[in-house]
């Protein structure tokens, strides 16, 4: 994919180090990308209180405010905090608006006080987000809104065949998070929709949780299926989410990927990662119809589109009697649009959008 910009340099300030995946496919492998098939350079910054991380930013902040290169972009990404770092930027958008642009994947004012994200999303000259909710909700603070759908890192893995006994898999960030986050957690979307439906089922199942983090969630899982000795449980732990090489690998073992999302604002604003990395593996996908995720899981092509909390179920049923030529389709079928949510897109669109006129 050729990609033409003016853009010579990027300063980006993300709001949270590497183990969160914002941070690193919204921000640090597009850059990566970029320098390499490119020559773009770029200043990649987050949070850091350590000596070496605040003398980072403030040479870039100060190379940013005083001596910023021409042709260059400032991206501030995600801040919703009021902060030391917040409030520096603050600054440096207030006196350096020209070619700026806020960055959002996640409905951060249902969760945290908006304030901060209001004044970036004003005051930033264009505005990024990850779904036609976020979108809408940002169109009011600035006209100049544009939908940049999350990448997946480019790999070469593919599911080349199905388990004899099928493997279920799962992928983010298991739990409820703060009390305000728990209505919507994916915690929440697991005990609410989907293990309720694994429970019913008869035959031998494997079912891998990959991010279960918070230590106390991992007893409560395996005493929810302890009546339950047809289901395998397997929650891995102590992973390296700075450098996820290894989950594509894991992902291609699944012969279900599953994102349950309870129906609402928050996962209506959210931009279908979960199931773009089942897909790009060739993994069929159960998602609920919430948000994004029937822009990517195509009923009965690629996976399935759960409505109700019965429909998990009853796809798994499908998949299990399906044969191997119509789920070696459906797998083919996933892989199709990869191109769509891939980094080299991720990239054009991310620079088209620094070239666009401003309304």
Same mark, same amino acid.
């Not at 009021?82 to 603050?90: E, F, M």
């Not at 593996?281 to 996976?303: I, T, W, Y």
């Given at each position: 994919?050729?990609?033409?910009?003016?853009?010579?340099?990027?300063?980006?300030?993300?709001?949270?180090?590497?183990?969160?995946?914002?941070?690193?496919?919204?921000?640090?492998?597009?850059?990566?990308?970029?320098?390499?098939?490119?020559?773009?350079?770029?200043?990649?910054?987050?949070?850091?209180?350590? #000596?070496?991380?605040?003398?980072?930013?403030?040479?870039?902040?100060?190379?940013?405010?005083?001596?910023?290169?021409?042709?260059?972009?400032?991206?501030?990404?995600?801040?919703?905090?009021?902060?030391?770092?917040?409030?520096?930027?603050?600054?440096?958008?207030?006196?350096?608006?020209?070619?700026?642009?806020?960055?959002?994947?996640?409905?951060?004012?249902?969760?945290?006080?908006?304030?901060?994200?209001?004044?970036?999303?004003?005051?930033?000259?264009?505005?990024?987000?990850?779904?036609?909710?976020?979108?809408?909700?940002?169109?009011?603070?600035?006209?100049?809104?544009?939908?940049?759908?999350?990448?997946?890192?480019?790999?070469?893995?593919?599911?080349?065949?199905?388990?004899?006994?099928?493997?279920?898999?799962?992928?983010?960030?298991?739990?409820?998070?703060?009390?305000?986050?728990?209505?919507?957690?994916?915690?929440?979307? !697991?005990?609410?929709?989907?293990?309720?439906?694994?429970?019913?089922?008869?035959?031998?199942?494997?079912?891998?949780?990959?991010?279960?983090?918070?230590?106390?969630?991992?007893?409560?899982?395996?005493?929810?299926?302890?009546?339950?000795?047809?289901?395998?449980?397997?929650?891995?732990?102590?992973?390296?989410?700075?450098?996820?090489?290894?989950?594509?690998?894991?992902?291609?073992?699944?012969?279900?990927?599953?994102?349950?999302?309870?129906?609402?604002?928050?996962?209506?604003?959210?931009?279908?990662?979960?199931?773009?990395?089942?897909?790009? #593996?060739?993994?069929?996908?159960?998602?609920?119809?919430?948000?994004?995720?029937?822009?990517?899981?195509?009923?009965?092509?690629?996976?399935?589109?759960?409505?109700?909390?019965?429909?998990?179920?009853?796809?798994?049923?499908?998949?299990?009697? !399906?044969?191997?030529?119509?789920?070696?389709? !459906?797998?083919?079928?996933?892989?199709?649009?990869?191109?769509?949510?891939?980094?080299?897109?991720?990239?054009?669109?991310?620079?088209?959008?620094?070239?666009?006129?401003?309304?």
């Amino acid at each position: 994919m050729k990609i033409q910009s003016n853009i010579k340099h990027i300063y980006w300030f993300a709001h949270y180090h590497l183990d969160c995946p914002s941070t690193r496919y919204r921000g640090q492998l597009p850059l990566q990308y970029l320098a390499k098939n490119m020559g773009i350079e770029y200043d990649f910054i987050y949070p850091d209180r350590s #000596a070496n991380g605040l003398w980072k930013f403030f040479r870039v902040f100060f190379a940013a405010l005083l001596f910023r290169k021409p042709n260059s972009l400032i991206v501030i990404q995600k801040i919703c905090s009021n902060g030391w770092y917040a409030k520096a930027l603050k600054l440096l958008i207030s006196l350096r608006p020209k070619n700026t642009l806020y960055d959002i994947d996640d409905a951060e004012y249902l969760r945290q006080n908006s304030a901060s994200l209001h004044f970036f999303l004003r005051n930033c000259e264009k505005v990024s987000v990850g779904s036609d909710a976020l979108k809408e909700y940002c169109t009011p603070f600035n006209p100049n809104v544009f939908v940049l759908t999350s990448p997946v890192k480019n790999h070469t893995i593919r599911k080349t065949k199905r388990n004899k006994k099928i493997h279920i898999g799962w992928v983010g960030d298991f739990g409820n998070g703060k009390e305000i986050s728990k209505a919507f957690s994916h915690k929440t979307s !697991m005990f609410k929709l989907f293990f309720p439906e694994l429970q019913k089922i008869q035959q031998p199942v494997k079912l891998s949780l990959i991010g279960v983090k918070n230590k106390t969630d991992i007893p409560e899982i395996l005493n929810y299926f302890e009546q339950t000795p047809n289901v395998e449980l397997v929650i891995p732990t102590h992973l390296d989410w700075q450098s996820d090489d290894w989950l594509y690998p894991e992902i291609s073992k699944f012969d279900i990927g599953i994102s349950p999302m309870v129906n609402h604002p928050f996962n209506r604003s959210k931009s279908a990662f979960k199931a773009k990395q089942y897909l790009s #593996a060739g993994v069929p996908v159960l998602a609920s119809d919430v948000g994004e995720n029937n822009k990517f899981v195509k009923h009965r092509q690629n996976g399935f589109l759960c409505k109700e909390k019965g429909d998990f179920l009853s796809a798994i049923q499908q998949i299990i009697e !399906m044969s191997d030529e119509k789920y070696f389709k !459906m797998r083919d079928n996933a892989l199709i649009n990869r191109e769509f949510y891939s980094i080299e897109r991720y990239c054009k669109e991310l620079l088209k959008i620094r070239q666009r006129d401003t309304k």
